[in-house]
């Protein structure tokens, strides 16, 4: 019996996969662990790493998709393949602490889940054994408390609004759960997947609670968690939550989603502005401004801050 099937999506993960695997291996307290590691078409040694880890660990499955799809089609060719109670995701380039997955679990079933969450330790590639920080501060993680609802799930996954976005957390989910509903990832997405996903699930009744504790080590690649945003991924996800929109759902639900998807709006007219000023058009930046004219106050703090930010930290690096 397998009690855990962790999907890996691994895509140029060469120089990282294996730290990734083998954080995952030497899970403890685990009564069957299946991991299914699933190259996205890697163009470096991905494939190779991923051989030569199938001959040291029986229990990996190697998988390779057709093209590349990202993250959500790299997991969704995992999830066919999973033959675990539960499934647990982590990307290629992250780790997992010692007892993870058995102290989830555990929790899990004493809460009767379908989905549990545990805190990320941020950790700078170059020094992976600081934690830089925790995704989930100690004054939110009071607010998690109990079963989530939707709306608590919106409210803290709104770009420059939220102290803190959930969306990236990686969570363990039960397969019986996802199986009933016939959930799984939206394929056009290679970003906030686990977003919709989650949002899906809560519909559709989930009992979902979080774990106030660090043992997912998310490791930085740079000096930006999000990275660079991508206008093409960014509108592929707000017409994914158009489309939840257009479910039957409670009028709170509605009202919360309503919330996150105009959140989602004015990041877009927000990293447009941001573009406009990075590549120094500014005639341009101006006419933008005029256009987002109803929520131009919002945006110009967040470039003041965006810009003092930057500024912070010149300083520090100068000293």
């Not at 206008?231 to 929109?245: F, G, P, S, T």
């Not at 639900?253 to 120094?280: G, P, T």
């Not at 965006?306 to 690096?317: D, F, G």
Request: glycine residues 6%.
């Amino acid at each position: 019996m397998i009690e855990i099937s962790v999907i890996v999506a691994a895509w140029n993960a060469a120089a990282t996969l294996e730290r990734c695997i083998a954080s995952i291996a030497a899970q403890q307290g685990v009564d069957g662990l299946e991991i299914i590691v699933v190259n996205d078409c890697s163009t470096d040694n991905t494939a190779a790493v991923i051989a030569r880890l199938q001959q040291r660990y029986p229990n990996l499955i190697g998988l390779t998709t057709a093209q590349n799809g990202g993250p959500s089609a790299a997991r969704n060719l995992g999830l066919r393949r999973a033959s675990g109670e539960w499934i647990a995701v982590v990307d290629g380039d992250d780790a997992l602490q010692p007892g993870r997955l058995a102290r989830m679990l555990e929790h899990a079933r004493s809460e009767r889940l379908d989905i549990c969450f545990d805190n990320l330790a941020m950790r700078q590639d170059a020094a992976p054994d600081t934690v830089t920080a925790l995704l989930v501060p100690a004054d939110v993680a009071a607010d998690l408390a109990g079963i989530w609802s939707l709306e608590l799930y919106a409210a803290y996954n709104m770009p420059y609004v939220s102290r803190t976005l959930l969306g990236f957390l990686k969570p363990l989910m039960n397969k019986a759960f996802l199986d009933k509903h016939r959930l799984g990832y939206r394929d056009e997405l290679r970003n906030s997947e686990d977003f919709i996903l989650i949002t899906e699930c809560l519909l559709r009744g989930a009992r979902i609670s979080y774990l106030d504790e660090p043992l997912y080590d998310y490791f930085i690649y740079g000096n930006s968690l999000s990275g660079r945003f991508n206008a093409e991924a960014h509108r592929l996800l707000m017409a994914a939550e158009q489309q939840l929109l257009a479910q039957p759902m409670l009028d709170g639900q509605r009202e919360a989603l309503a919330r996150h998807l105009q959140s989602l709006q004015q990041a877009e007219q927000s990293n447009r502005l941001f573009l406009a000023i990075r590549e120094k058009k500014m005639m341009e930046f101006v006419q933008l401004l005029w256009l987002y004219r109803q929520h131009a106050a919002v945006h110009l703090r967040r470039i003041a801050h965006s810009v003092a930010a930057r500024l912070s930290k010149s300083t520090r690096r100068g000293r």
